[in-house]
C-alpha cells in the first residue's frame, strides 16, 4: 500500500507546539504528574469549576470564554466570570428543585448559551449531567430519561412538547424547566449568584451519554469527574490550544466531542470558543470561520466532504488565514479529504480517534509529528493501544484485529448505567476492547479498517440498528425489518432498511388495482412514510435513506437477525459463513 506522508515544516509552526516531543514524552509520561494542571480541593475536584471559575481568579477574568452565534446572525459573548456567574445561577435554581448529589439532570436543548451554563451548573452542584440531542423525538427521549431515572429535564417550549407526549411513562421526572419560559427567565434575575462549588471525588459521576450497540437500546455511558485530566491534556497536547487562540469545535454536547472538547476540556485550556447554534452551511461556516478569525477548528468527516463538494473556490472568497491548525473526529477521515484540506487551507486535518465510552481522544495525530495520510496516528501519552485477535492476543504489526486500549486511562467511562454487565462485557484479558477493526504499522501508527460490529456511522454519528428496528416495526405496515449502515461517499454510510410487510398491507395496495406502475408508486410512497414515520418517532438524523422490501429476513436458527448477510448481499459480497442460518 502506498502511503502518502504529510511533512511538516518550518511553515506549519508560527509558534511551537504545546507538545514538542512525542516520543520522549511518551516514554516517561504519567497521569499522576499531570495533577498540577488542575486545580483541586485537597485532593477533591470539580470538572465545571476547572473549566471555568478557576479562570476568574486569574487575568483570563474578563477574557471572552464564547462567542455565540445562532442561525438568523444573533451573537452574545460571554467572558469566563459571566459564565461562572451564569452556570452558578443553574447551580442555585436546581437546588431550589432539591437536586442533590447524584441526581441526574437531563438537558434538552439546542446550542444556546443556555445549555453550557446549565452543564456546567449541573457539575457544579455534584449531579450528573445528561445531553439529549435536538434532533431527538419521543421514543429516543422516552428510552434515555425512562433508563436514567432524570429528576429535573431542562428545554425550551418548542422542544417541550415532545416530552409533554411522553412525560406520563417517566415516574422519576419531576421537574421540567423551560428556560425561554417568563417564570424562568424570572427566577434567573433574582436567584443568587454566588455557588459553592460541590468538592468530588475524582471517580465521582459527572455526566453521562446515550450511545448505541448493536443489540438493544442505548446504553448510559457514565463519565467521572476524573475524565478532565485527559480532556484538558489532549485538548493541550492535541487541539495544541493556546491562550491566543480562538477555538470552534463544531459538535454538538449532545454527543460527546461536545462535551469533552467544547465545554470541560478546551475551556480548561482557557480558549476563547466559538459556537454556532445553526445547521452545517459552507458559506455560514467559513463565514463563522472569517468573522471570529478561528485559529484552531475541530470538525468531522462528513462535514469536510460537505466542504470538499463546493470546491475551494468557495474557500478563496473568505480570509482563513487566521487558522493554524485543523482536527477531526467521528469516522473514518478519507485520504482525499486530508489531501483536500492543504490544497484548500494549506494545512492538513488532523485525525483524532476516541469514541463515547473513552471520554477523550485515545489515538491521535499530534501538531509535532508528520502526518501518515489516511491513518489515526498514535497513541495518546499514558494510553497503550494494541491489535488483539478475537481471543485477546496481541497481533503482530500489520496483521488485522480489535483495536484494544489497556486500562486505566482518566477519561474511560465509569460505568453503563445500571447495566454493569454491559460495562464488564467491555473488557477482555485486562483490555477495553474498542469494537473496531484496524491495524498497527512499524512505526506504531494505527489504521482504522471497520466496526466489529453491525453498529452505523452515518455523518459521524452513532446509530444502533435495533432502535432504528424498532421505530420501524411500530408502523402497522411492518412485520420485520433489519437494519444496516451501506456505504456512502458523502456520510460514510447512510441508513439502509430491509423491511418485510405485513400481508394485510400488500394486499391493500393491490386491491386498490391499477396499473403495475401505479401499484410501484404506492409502493414508494409507503417507503417515504416509512423514513419519515422513524424520523418523527425516534430521531431527526436516524432515519432510513434508503428502504427496501423483502420478503423475509435472513435469521439465525435462534430467529436473530444476520445483519451481515443483509449487507454482504448489498454490497455484493460473499455471504461468509452461514452455519448458523435459518433456511433462507
Ligand atoms: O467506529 C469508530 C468511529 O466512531 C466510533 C465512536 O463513536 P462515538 O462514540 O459516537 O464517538 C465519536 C466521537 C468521539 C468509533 O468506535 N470513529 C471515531 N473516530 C474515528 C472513528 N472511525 C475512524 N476514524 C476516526 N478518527
Not at 473568505?318 to 493554524?324: A, E, M, T
Given at each position: 500500500m502506498k502511503v502518502d506522508l504529510y511533512k511538516k515544516t518550518a511553515k506549519d509552526f508560527k509558534s511551537l507546539p504545546n507538545l514538542e516531543d512525542y516520543e520522549k514524552t511518551y516514554k516517561t509520561f504519567e497521569w499522576n504528574h499531570m495533577r498540577h494542571e488542575l486545580a483541586w480541593f485537597n485532593g477533591k475536584i470539580n470538572a465545571a469549576y476547572n473549566a471555568?471559575?478557576?479562570?476568574?481568579?486569574?487575568?483570563?477574568?474578563?477574557?471572552?470564554a464564547l462567542y455565540w452565534e445562532s442561525e438568523n446572525g444573533t451573537t452574545k459573548q460571554y467572558t469566563f466570570e459571566q459564565v461562572a456567574r451564569e452556570s452558578n445561577k443553574f447551580g442555585n435554581i436546581l437546588k431550589s428543585f432539591d437536586v442533590e448529589r447524584g441526581d441526574r439532570v437531563f438537558l434538552f436543548l439546542p446550542r444556546i448559551p443556555e445549555l453550557f451554563f446549565a452543564f456546567l451548573g449541573i457539575l457544579k452542584i455534584g449531579a450528573i449531567a445528561g445531553t439529549l440531542f435536538s434532533a431527538f423525538q419521543e421514543q429516543a427521549l422516552e428510552d434515555r430519561l425512562a433508563n436514567s431515572g432524570a429528576k429535573v429535564l431542562i428545554t425550551t417550549t418548542e422542544l417541550k412538547t415532545r416530552v409533554d407526549k411522553i412525560r406520563k411513562n417517566l415516574p422519576d421526572l419531576k421537574h421540567l424547566l423551560v428556560v425561554d419560559s417568563e417564570s424562568f427567565t424570572k427566577s434567573l434575575e433574582s436567584v443568587e449568584k454566588d455557588l459553592t462549588i460541590a468538592q468530588m471525588d475524582a471517580d465521582d459521576y459527572a455526566f453521562m451519554l446515550y450511545t448505541s450497540g448493536t443489540t438493544g437500546k442505548p446504553k448510559g455511558v457514565v463519565h467521572a469527574h476524573r475524565a478532565l485530566l485527559q480532556e484538558h491534556m489532549t485538548a493541550k497536547w492535541v487541539l495544541d490550544l493556546k491562550d491566543s487562540d480562538t477555538y470552534w469545535c463544531t459538535a454538538d454536547p449532545g454527543w460527546v466531542t461536545g462535551i469533552a472538547y467544547e465545554i470541560l476540556g478546551s475551556w480548561s485550556c482557557g480558549v476563547s470558543t466559538v459556537v454556532y447554534g445553526g445547521r452545517f452551511d459552507p458559506k455560514r461556516w467559513y463565514e463563522i470561520l472569517q468573522k471570529y478569525k478561528v485559529s484552531v477548528w475541530y470538525t468531522a468527516p462528513t462535514a469536510i466532504r460537505m466542504l470538499m463538494a463546493k470546491g475551494s473556490d468557495m474557500v478563496k472568497q473568505?480570509?482563513?488565514?487566521?487558522?493554524?491548525h485543523l482536527c477531526s473526529v467521528g469516522e473514518p477521515l478519507n485520504p482525499e479529504a486530508v489531501k483536500w484540506g492543504i490544497h484548500a487551507f494549506g494545512k492538513p486535518f488532523h485525525d483524532t480517534w476516541w469514541q463515547t465510552e473513552t471520554g477523550a481522544m485515545c489515538l491521535v495525530n499530534y501538531p509535532c509529528l508528520d502526518i501518515k495520510i489516511g491513518s489515526m496516528g498514535k497513541p495518546f501519552p499514558g494510553v497503550k493501544a494494541a491489535i488483539l485477535d478475537d481471543s485477546g492476543r496481541q497481533v503482530k504489526p500489520l496483521v488485522e484485529g480489535n483495536i484494544a486500549l489497556k486500562p486505566p486511562w482518566p477519561s474511560l467511562m465509569k460505568t453503563i448505567w445500571r447495566r454493569p454487565q454491559k460495562f464488564e462485557s467491555y473488557f477482555t484479558n485486562d483490555w477495553y476492547i474498542s469494537g473496531d477493526r484496524g491495524w498497527e504499522d512499524k512505526d506504531g501508527y494505527f489504521w482504522f479498517v471497520g466496526r466489529a460490529d453491525d453498529v452505523i456511522k452515518t455523518s459521524g454519528e452513532r446509530v444502533g440498528p435495533f432502535e432504528v428496528e424498532s421505530a420501524l416495526v411500530e408502523h402497522p405496515a411492518v412485520i420485520e425489518a433489519g437494519v444496516i449502515g451501506k456505504p456512502d461517499a458523502l456520510r460514510g454510510e447512510i441508513i439502509k432498511a430491509f423491511v418485510v410487510l405485513n400481508k394485510n398491507y400488500e394486499l391493500r395496495i393491490s386491491a386498490k388495482g391499477g396499473s403495475a406502475s401505479s401499484r410501484k408508486n404506492e409502493k414508494e410512497k409507503l417507503k417515504e412514510e416509512l423514513s419519515l414515520y422513524v424520523k418523527k418517532h425516534l430521531a431527526g438524523h436516524a432515519y432510513p435513506r434508503e428502504i427496501e422490501f423483502i420478503d423475509k429476513l435472513p435469521k439465525t436458527r435462534s430467529g436473530k437477525i444476520m445483519r451481515r448477510i443483509l449487507k454482504a448481499k448489498e454490497l455484493g459480497l460473499p455471504i461468509g459463513d452461514t452455519s448458523t442460518l435459518e433456511e433462507y
Open positions: 471555568v471559575d478557576r479562570h476568574v481568579d486569574t487575568w483570563r477574568k474578563n477574557k471572552v473568505f480570509d482563513l488565514s487566521n487558522l493554524r
